[in-house]
Structures are given as structure tokens and as C-alpha cells.
């Protein structure tokens, strides 16, 4: 059984950092790209980072360039979100995804597997 789940979230005041992470069960996490992207009520699941295989290659969005950074630690089958300088437009719930396939994607219907989501909420 397939299992990403998500962790990390809470409460935060702009300015400030939280990290997240996603522990994957139940698929080969090496051969995986894995993404985060981010949902708030009323609008569309929006793409954040995604990073490949072996930890080289990445991708932000515009919106966290230069204040977010993905990671992955392939022996603990584990990918993490460092999100730092907050902003309230940064509330939303976070989800982890996997993508089969090697090539980096923003868009949602690219991956295959899903976490619960976490919700991350920053203050002003």
C-alpha cells in the first residue's frame, strides 16, 4: 500500500520558518520525482517545488523562489519543504506527490501518488 505522508505543518508568524517533511511507504522512492504543491479553500491545487531522483535537479514556483528549498533523503525514503521568511500568502495545505517518470513537472495531473495534506497558516 501506497503511503505519503506529510508532516510539519502549523502555525507560523510572517518572517518566520517552518520545515516539512513526507515520509513515502510502499513504492520505490528512488525512481520517483516527488513535488509539493499547495491548496487553499476555493482555489486550484498550485505547484510549489518538485526535485528529481537523486536530489540534483529542482524547481520552484515563482511565488517561493529563493525562500523555499526542497530535499530528499533517499535512504530514508523522505522528501522535505525548508520554508523560510513566511508570508501570509503562504497559508494553504501542503501535499507531498510522486511522479513515475524522471522529468520534473509543475503540474498536478503529473503525479500519480498523494499525501493527506498538512496545513501550514502564517500570521501577519
Known amino acids: 500500500q501506497v503511503q505519503l505522508l506529510e508532516s510539519g505543518g502549523g502555525l507560523a508568524r510572517a518572517g518566520g520558518s517552518l520545515k516539512l517533511s513526507c515520509a513515502v511507504s510502499g513504492l520505490t522512492f528512488t525512481t520517483k520525482v516527488m513535488g509539493w504543491f499547495r491548496q487553499c479553500p476555493g482555489k486550484e491545487r498550485e505547484f510549489v517545488s518538485a526535485?528529481?531522483?537523486?536530489?540534483?535537479?529542482?524547481d520552484y514556483s515563482d511565488s517561493v523562489r529563493g525562500r523555499f528549498a526542497i530535499s530528499r533523503d533517499n535512504a530514508k525514503s523522505t522528501v522535505y519543504l525548508q520554508m523560510n521568511s513566511l508570508e501570509p500568502e503562504d497559508t494553504a495545505v501542503y501535499y507531498c506527490?510522486?511522479?513515475?517518470?524522471?522529468?520534473?513537472?509543475?503540474?498536478?495531473?503529473?503525479?500519480?501518488?498523494w499525501g493527506q495534506g498538512t496545513q501550514v497558516t502564517v500570521n501577519s
Open positions: 526535485i528529481g531522483w537523486r536530489g540534483i535537479n529542482s
Open positions: 506527490a510522486a511522479k513515475i517518470g524522471m522529468n520534473l513537472s509543475g503540474s498536478p495531473n503529473s503525479y500519480t501518488y
